[in-house]
T-cell receptor, first 115, second 119 residues
Framework: AQTVTQSQPEMSVQEAETVTLSCTYD???????LFWYKQPPSRQMILVIRQEAYKQQNATENRFSVNFQKAAKSFSLKISDSQLGDTAMYFCAFMKHSNDYKLSFGAGTTVTVRA | GAVVSQHPSRVICKSGTSVKIECRSLDFQATTMFWYRQFPKQSLMLMATSNEGSKATYEQGVEKDKFLINHASLTLSTLTVTSAHPEDSSFYICSARPDEMMTVTDTQYFGPGTRLTVL
């Protein structure tokens, strides 16, 4: 079974500043996918960014970028120019490259953006 | 694109009754859907994998007779909580994985969730 660890239960950041969320995972797989999902107070899960393990280039989506370190099994999320709408719980998730497509989630990090 | 709906968004029921929650993929087909349970300020816990045309696969510790799953079409999966009790009160979330016809098939898209309260 895959384990996903998010070691930061809560983080606070000033509007327009940058915050980095950590995520580590444990797996013996070589091919897999990693995701960051955002869950705002509405509780709708929203895909923020995805990364395929075979791609060395770090994924980027507008103000969101990841630092994927495969050897270290680390997948951190950087939110640049934080906005009030970024306030949410962020979940790191792992999916192995198989036909069950199951996601393993970390415990989540609550991010609060201060005005 | 890739929108998933859930109905109802909130439901309150009496102990001992059954409640059905629907999950629909609105603009794509999904042979595979997933049902999760989430407690306040906690992560999502996978309950079961719903497969169109076959029986659902339940995670360890999830009672299949209590949480009935039916995936009747490529766009609809239902979760029925049978003989609900207060401890079943929770937030239930479904997700759907687009079929092979889509360009991105490894991503799950989530419904908005259903808050179940059992009195």
């Amino acid at each position: 079974a895959q384990t996903v660890t998010q070691s930061q239960p809560e983080m606070s950041v000033q509007e327009a500043e940058t915050v980095t969320l950590s995520c580590t995972y444990d797996t013996s797989e070589n091919n897999y996918y990693l995701f960051w999902y955002k869950q705002p107070p509405s509780r709708q899960m929203i895909l923020v960014i995805r990364q395929e393990a075979y791609k060395q280039q770090n994924a980027t989506e507008n103000r969101f970028s990841v630092n994927f370190q495969k050897a270290a099994k680390s997948f951190s999320l950087k939110i640049s120019d934080s906005q009030l709408g970024d306030t949410a719980m962020y979940f790191c998730a792992f999916m192995k490259h198989s036909n069950d497509y199951k996601l393993s989630f970390g415990a989540g990090t609550t991010v609060t953006v201060r005005a | 694109g890739a929108v998933v709906s859930q109905h109802p968004s909130r439901v309150i029921c009496k102990s001992g009754t059954s409640v059905k929650i629907e999950c629909r993929s609105l603009d794509f087909q999904a042979t595979t859907m997933f049902w999760y349970r989430q407690f306040p300020k906690q992560s999502l816990m996978l309950m079961a994998t719903s497969n169109e045309g076959s029986k659902a696969t339940y995670e360890q510790g999830v009672e299949k007779d209590k949480f009935l799953i039916n995936h009747a079409s490529l766009t609809l999966s239902t979760l029925t909580v049978t003989s609900a009790h207060p401890e079943d009160s929770s937030f239930y979330i479904c997700s759907a994985r687009p079929d092979e016809m889509m360009t991105v098939t490894d991503t799950q898209y989530f419904g908005p969730g259903t808050r179940l309260t059992v009195l």
